[in-house]
């Protein structure tokens, strides 16, 4: 138990599928997640940096790393089931928060159980770099779809999180990252040939135009 229990633990986000209960042609784990969103989230934050900004590289890298770690115990949810009201986003975060709290009270000795919660805690707030991570987040989740509408999966579900993905990227565009992301990463994105190109060009396009009224 305690320090190996945790280390043991990383092991364990491999094992936890995202978005589960769907066909998909590319499984994904949580601890994969992790990392493309630390990578994304360096990238964003040298973007923002070159701009002007004073980019905190320790607490980056800490939120990006230590994100998803609570769906260690609670699975991955759906994003459109997650988000679909405030009561219910809500709750689920505190029943991770919960859980993560007995997690570390139990696992991480205790000269180090403050900063473990700290390290532990919802990293998606209101300064800069947790604005990044929300980015980062959800630019991976949009590959993510992007991957299997793509590859031609029928599942209507991942057309509705790209669109999610996209909408919430969209209210971070006043940040330099996200305007880099528009003009440079996106288009490359959307000029690949597959077989709902035309669809999905059309929804993208319509969801920019909407978010920018």
């Known amino acids: ?119 532990f805690k919802e990293g998606k707030d209101e300064t800069l770099e947790g604005r990044i991570l929300a980015i980062a987040d959800k630019i991976d989740l949009l590959y993510e779809s992007f991957g299997e509408i793509q590859k031609g999966n029928p599942e209507p579900l991942f057309l509705e999180i790209y669109e999610e993905a996209l909408r919430t990227i969209l209210l971070f565009q006043d940040m330099s990252c996200v305007e880099y992301f528009m003009e440079n990463i996106l288009t490359d994105m959307l000029s690949e040939q597959f077989t709902e190109h035309d669809e999905l060009t059309d929804i993208t396009m319509w969801i920019i135009g909407e978010c920018k009224k």
């Open 1 to 119: 138990m305690g320090v190996h229990h945790y280390f043991k633990s990383l092991s364990d986000l491999e094992q936890i599928i995202r978005c589960p209960g769907k066909f998909k042609y590319q499984e994904h784990s949580v601890a994969s997640h992790s990392f493309k969103v630390a990578k994304i989230a360096q990238f964003l934050g040298t973007v923002e940096e070159r701009s002007g900004q004073e980019v905190d590289w320790k607490t980056l890298y800490e939120k990006a790393l230590n994100h998803d770690y609570a769906e260690l115990f609670t699975g991955d949810i759906k994003t459109p089931v997650k988000y679909a009201s405030k009561e219910l986003k809500q709750l689920f975060s505190e029943v991770e928060e919960e859980m993560t709290r007995n997690f570390v009270e139990k696992e991480i000795p205790a000269e180090y159980q403050d900063i473990y919660l700290e390290r």
